[in-house]
């Protein structure tokens, strides 16, 4: 396969709105993406273009090999699944652990069947792999929301994904919960036959040095793209967000400040 994602010349218009315009966008194996920018960039239209869940206005759009128009959309969800709010809340809170993993091999969001012992062994491994053993008797309804972004993500690998997105799987936690996803992230992109990620967030802090390139979306439109150390930079982060930044790289982790 020569690329994991081919978009080109993507808009989308809705109610009169362009919310995305003219995106073009290449992600070769061996890359993880951060989709980055503020609050109402586009990130998550996008992200709903790539699913499948929004068609694009114009453009052409090609994930895995499978040319949009010309592809079983469920089937392509099946090995692209994503991380969300959306899907978090479909999840029946009295499902366990072990359940909600169960339910990502099935692609449903509830259990209706017991267990086969092929589905037992692979939420093992996922287990092993996210740390979640200590999660896997507690119904899900009682788990905090880091737990639970954590058992979305090893959710999300039981049918092993040829593409994993992650959308801001860090929001509204706090730093102790952001600090275990974000290892589980680590853990995962670590992993054998690891699949590619796309993440997306607006805060630097949740970049690690999982993700390798970038790409900045700003009011739709692309903002700058490349590897991680060449788009946040102060001077990017400053011009993106309208206010005098500085940028910090250290033992891996970036941070953002003010200037005085």
């Given at each position: 396969m020569k690329s994991i994602l081919e978009i080109s010349g993507l808009s989308v218009r809705r109610d009169h709105a362009l919310l995305l315009d003219m995106v073009n966008w290449c992600i070769a194996p061996g890359e993880n993406w951060v989709l980055f920018g503020p609050n109402g960039a586009g990130k998550t239209t996008l992200l709903s273009v790539i699913t499948g869940y929004t068609w694009p206005t114009s453009g052409n759009v090609r994930v895995l090999g499978h040319q949009f128009g010309e592809t079983d959309m469920q089937t392509l969800r099946r090995i692209v699944p994503i991380v969300s709010d959306s899907v978090g809340a479909g999840i029946h809170g009295n499902l366990s652990g072990l359940e909600v993993l169960i339910t990502g091999a099935r692609a449903h969001l509830n259990m209706f069947d017991p267990p086969s012992y092929g589905e037992l062994r692979r939420a093992a491994e996922i287990a092993e792999m996210i740390s979640a053993h200590t999660l896997l008797d507690i119904p899900y309804s009682v788990m905090s929301t880091g737990?639970?972004?954590?058992?979305?993500?090893?959710?999300?690998?039981?049918?092993?994904?040829?593409?994993?997105?992650?959308?801001?799987?860090?929001?509204?936690?706090?730093?102790?919960?952001?600090?275990?996803?974000?290892?589980?992230?680590?853990?995962?992109?670590?992993?054998?036959?690891?699949?590619?990620?796309?993440?997306?967030?607006?805060?630097?802090?949740?970049?690690?040095?999982?993700f390798t390139h970038a790409l900045v979306l700003q009011k739709g439109r692309i903002f700058t793209r490349g590897t991680i150390g060449s788009v946040l930079t102060s001077r990017t982060l400053s011009d993106l967000f309208g206010i005098s930044l500085r940028a910090h790289h250290r033992k891996g982790r970036w941070s953002v400040a003010p200037t005085a």
């Open positions: 737990e639970r972004q954590r058992l979305l993500i090893g959710r999300a690998l039981m049918a092993y994904p040829h593409l994993l997105i992650l959308d801001e799987p860090c929001a509204g936690l706090d730093i102790a919960g952001r600090e275990f996803v974000l290892h589980t992230i680590h853990s995962v992109a670590s992993s054998d036959k690891a699949p590619p990620l796309i993440m997306t967030t607006h805060h630097v802090e949740e970049i690690t040095p999982a």
